[in-house]
């Protein structure tokens, strides 16, 4: 079975950084990725992993390690427009290319 | 801009009809698309694949009669909720895959409301 796990909710301050874990059991792994999404809207692409290490892009940085089946997101010098969910999602091998199953999502509040 | 787009953004349709929400590939060929269902303050769950020229592929639990997709050509998914009932009001939303690795691309969602 597919199985991906995030905390359902964060809160943070505004200037501060904040990481968003997320573990992962699947059939296969053939990537995985971070998106925000906020209320009513669809998902946007924040990072894409594959192999372990460290992604930054701006205020953003993913890390993964495929042994441990662990992936975080880090958000430096939170802004309230972070406010958001953030989805983590998986590709397994050996379906559709890039046929994703999302974990729960996290709901991140940033305060004043 | 959007690079797949999906309309209608929002329905409301009568308990018991049928709706139809069409995911288009803009400036790409898409063979393969996806269908997502979001339920509020739930995270995104696949229910299909939709795979041009061919049937789509659903995962389990998804009701194939229920929720009919045809992938006609290689830029238009089209998703068909047959005799809708409330419990079918959800936000779905369509992705389509315009290569290896992380070009994956999401239409701008439509939301429906059965009545």
């Known amino acids: 079975g597919q199985n991906i796990d995030q905390p359902t909710e964060m809160t943070a301050t505004e200037g501060a950084i904040v990481q968003i874990n997320c573990t992962y059991q699947?059939?296969?792994?053939?990537?995985l990725f971070w998106y925000q999404q906020h209320a009513g809207e669809a998902p946007t692409f924040l990072s894409y992993?594959?192999?372990?290490g460290l992604e930054e892009k701006g205020r953003f940085s993913s890390f993964l390690s495929r042994s441990k089946g662990y992936s975080y997101l880090l958000l430096k010098e939170l802004q309230m427009k972070d406010s958001a969910s953030y989805l983590c999602?998986?590709?397994?091998?050996?379906?559709?290319?890039?046929?994703?199953?999302f974990g729960t999502g996290t709901l991140l509040a940033v305060q004043p | 801009g959007a690079v797949v787009s999906q309309h209608p953004s929002w329905v409301i349709c009568k308990s018991g009809t049928s709706v139809k929400i069409e995911c288009r590939s803009l400036?790409?060929?898409?063979?393969?698309m996806f269908w997502y269902r979001q339920f509020p303050k739930q995270s995104l769950m696949l229910m299909a694949t939709?795979?041009?020229?061919?049937?789509?592929?659903?995962e389990q639990g998804v009701e194939k009669d229920k929720f009919l997709i045809n992938h006609a050509s290689l830029t238009l998914s089209t998703l068909t909720v047959t005799s809708a009932h409330p419990e079918d009001s959800s936000f779905y939303i369509c992705?389509?895959?315009?290569?290896?690795?992380?070009?994956?691309?999401f239409g701008e969602g439509s939301w429906l409301t059965v009545v």
């Open positions: 992705s389509a895959d315009r290569g290896a690795g992380n070009t994956i691309y």
């Open positions: 699947t059939s296969g792994f053939n990537g």
């Open positions: 992993n594959v192999l372990d």
């Open positions: 999602a998986v590709s397994p091998f050996g379906g559709a290319t890039n046929k994703l199953i």
């Open positions: 400036d790409f060929q898409a063979t393969t």
């Open positions: 939709s795979n041009e020229g061919s049937k789509a592929t659903y």
